[in-house]
């Protein structure tokens, strides 16, 4: 999948990404474009989690949401 075809879906997953992760805002969502390694570091920050937790839920989301 190349990285417009990633961003197109990832605008379509973003209700179910701020229901995964509430304490980020719709422009950090978006600014992320479905980028992993940004969106973790964001999650890593805001959650007080390890790095690893953080790519690991990532991975998860874009997993099922067939990103």
Known sequence: MNRD?????????????????????DDELLESEGHAQKLAGLIQERY????EEAEKQVRE???????
């Open 48 to 51: 007080a989690v390890s790095r």
């Open 5 to 25: 075809e990633i961003k197109g879906k990832w605008k379509q997953q973003l209700g179910g990404a701020k229901i995964a992760w509430g304490k980020l805002t």
């Open 61 to 67: 989301f874009m997993d099922k949401a067939g990103l």
